[in-house]
């Protein structure tokens, strides 16, 4: 397998402008989450779906963050507008039981 | 309040040597889990370990093992013969609950750099 895969890995955007940021979840995973990494915050959870139902989007920052998950083997995080405070990394990670493994992250910068 | 704590300065470590990462953990919930991941400077998250609350033996993986103490609510991990690939920041987290697929609340992490 593949393992999880994120796109774009980098992304520079402009202060205002959409970003959408993607993850395809490995195959047979029934839940999804999206993490956001930044050093003053660490690692959060932004939001996680279960058989592409969220469940949990407690730790999306505000109404400028949404999340979808159309089918079990594709997500989207997208952001609208960005500003610069939304600079981090941001993972997307897959579990079918215990261990959740990770994608390796788009590193979003907003000017 | 934090569910995860790690508070360890940057750690150099002799290669070859045996290095131990602190963590202790806050929950009222019986029935949880710990992991342990390594994030190093490319950036990656990579699963290392795992320790159920019901588990009675402590969790090894290859030169990972966790130490495992209930009831101060620690859960350390050691890496034996450490080699410079190991160079990295490790975080610990807790999943509250049953089953595989609730939050899981991360620690702000140990960097720990191997020296030759």
């Known amino acids: 397998d593949a393992g999880v895969i994120q796109s774009p890995r980098h992304e520079v955007t402009e202060m205002g402008q959409e970003v959408t940021l993607r993850c395809k979840p490995i195959?047979?995973?029934?839940?999804l989450f999206w993490y956001r990494q930044t050093m003053m915050r660490g690692l959060e959870l932004l939001i996680y779906?279960?058989?592409?139902?969220?469940?949990?989007d407690s730790g999306m920052p505000e109404d400028r963050f949404s999340a979808k998950m159309p089918n079990a083997s594709f997500s989207t995080l997208k952001i609208q507008p960005s500003e610069p405070r939304d600079s981090a990394v941001y993972f997307c990670?897959?579990?079918?039981?215990?261990?959740?493994?990770f994608g390796p992250g788009t590193r979003l910068t907003v000017l | 309040a934090q569910k995860i704590t790690q508070t360890q300065p940057g750690m150099f470590v002799q290669e070859k040597e045996a290095v131990t990462l602190d963590c202790t953990y806050d929950?009222?919930?019986?029935?949880?889990?710990l992991f342990w991941y390594k994030q190093p400077s490319s950036g990656e998250m990579i699963f290392l370990i795992y320790?159920?609350?019901?588990?009675?033996q402590n969790a090894t993986e290859g030169r990972y093992s966790l130490n495992f103490q209930k009831a101060r609510k620690s859960a350390n991990l050691v890496i034996s013969a450490s080699q410079l690939g190991d160079s990295a920041m490790y975080f610990c987290?807790?999943?509250?609950?049953?089953?595989?697929?609730?939050?899981?609340?991360f620690g702000k992490g140990n960097q720990v750099v191997v020296i030759p």
């Open positions: 779906f279960n058989n592409n139902v969220p469940i949990d």
């Open positions: 929950t009222s919930d019986p029935s949880y889990g």
């Open positions: 195959s047979g995973h029934d839940y």
């Open positions: 987290a807790m999943r509250e609950g049953e089953g595989g697929n609730n939050r899981l609340a």
């Open positions: 990670a897959s579990s079918d039981n215990n261990e959740q493994f």
């Open positions: 320790q159920g609350s019901y588990d009675q």
